[in-house]
């Protein structure tokens, strides 16, 4: 490592604080992933996506692990002040650390011919938390990929980088699918569909999750698109033994992921 | 209703208001419930819970049956205008209506004395939105109760009562209980004691979840301490299928309760 930066109006600053929005993220392919979780993961991972690594002195010293990876991997590291790394940062605490990253690239065509037997696709799902905890309960669950629909929330954005904690660089993530030459896709691999909704008519428990299977999952507030629901082999629904009205998405997900988890691995 | 209450600096507003904070709830008893959903609930579950219905013009137009259920139990029903409800809430966007609820008064004992099969035992848990969803996902899963230590999240904070999605207001939720005298109640009440933590010997699918049994689930961040996991009779862990190091204590939660409802219902 250089000189520490210590200028907070630099154009670097400025360059790496605007990939919290989404039009610079699709514009230069890059994004940011925040604190030593994500960061650690990125650089193990996904080496070669990783563009630049900004730590302070502090952050170097605790996490020599992430900066000898980081380093081995070429990945440009550079010491930077704690108000250098604020700037750059969304997160209020990045506890130290930050790395500008390449936008990772997977394939729904890569993604079948590796014979997937667990995916998720996410249709229309908005909220950040949401997204981003799917996207971790799916890699704790096993699960082959995400498959995230074009009308759904960027997967890059800070807030779904930082709820993935660290999963976005576990699985393939494919991201602004078309639902209906995606859903066509997955038929003629032989991927049943599940529609995952509260107004299914087969109960969780009484699904065969056995053979390869996908669950689409809708909007938080409204579910799936009528026409979603409509081209998917069965409609199931996660049974409510209480008065809630509903799990929220991301429990929803996690329940059903785990259900075909443990349904392939035992 | 009578005249519309405009006058965003009264003292009732400012004392409505003042329920965001820990110290007025626990001085009055009293907390608020934000929204319809949570109103509605509220009303419907716990009338004589509630003492102050607040809502718009707007939502009496659009939430009849709200105001039908608490004008018939007795609820004291106020129209505001626009900038009161706001000036009421934390909540930015509260749809119109908020209700000031009297603090649920739960017993361990009473909940004991109903032979409950399922609980949640919930230690050091901190953060709003994971003790709201813990609530929201031991409703869904049927569970009897969620008991709360005294070192945990305030239930009745805005933001825990928001994402509870009005389940505070369909099971039992007992709060400020010391750790080792509920341990000790719960055992000799012949409930097993199950702690979630990811360092557990005994895989979920491994576990036997037919007898009456409590999750205990720890701090978010550090776990559960080491004196209570070693009171517990098994500890308990959610196998991890992919790369991800954990699930949040939400969805390991409602991974735990949801195998549990499974086995104790088919």
């Known amino acids: 490592m250089s000189t520490p930066l210590t200028n ?32 650690r993961e990125a650089v193990t991972h996904h080496p070669a996506a990783v563009v630049d690594l900004y730590l302070t002195r502090d952050a170097a010293t605790r996490h020599t692990d992430i900066v000898d990876v980081a380093s081995a991997a070429g990945v440009h590291v550079h010491e930077v002040s704690d108000e250098v790394l604020a700037a750059m940062c969304e997160t209020q605490a ?12 997977a394939s729904l065509t890569e993604v079948l011919a590796a014979r997937p037997r667990l995916l998720v ?11 981003g905890t ?12 995400v498959l995230v629909s074009d009308a759904s929330v960027d997967v890059y954005a800070p807030k779904v980088v930082r709820s993935t904690a660290g999963s976005l660089f576990h699985l393939p993530v494919v991201t602004g699918l078309a639902i209906d ?6 038929r003629d ?78």
């Open 8 to 39: 907070v109006r630099s154009d670097r600053v400025k360059a790496v604080r605007a990939l919290s929005r989404r039009s610079v993220r699709d514009k230069t392919g890059r994004f940011l992933a925040e604190g030593p979780q994500a960061v």
């Open 134 to 145: 799917v996207i971790r309960g799916a890699d704790a669950a096993g699960a082959d990929a």
């Open 94 to 105: 990045p506890q130290g650390l930050a790395a500008v990253c390449r936008v990772l690239t």
């Open 189 to 266: 691999a032989g991927i049943r569909l599940l529609a995952a909704d509260g107004a299914g008519t087969v109960l969780l428990p009484e699904c065969d999750l056995s053979s390869p299977h996908a669950w689409v999952m809708g909007n938080e507030a409204w579910g799936l698109e009528p026409e979603t629901r409509s081209r998917c082999d069965e409609v199931v629904r996660v049974p409510i033994y209480g008065r809630a009205e509903s799990l929220n998405l991301a429990m929803a997900a996690t329940v059903c992921l785990y259900a075909s988890a443990s349904a392939q691995n035992h």
């Open 121 to 131: 696709l996410l249709t229309n799902v908005r909220d950040p938390g949401n997204a």
């Open 181 to 186: 030459p995606t859903i066509a896709e997955l």
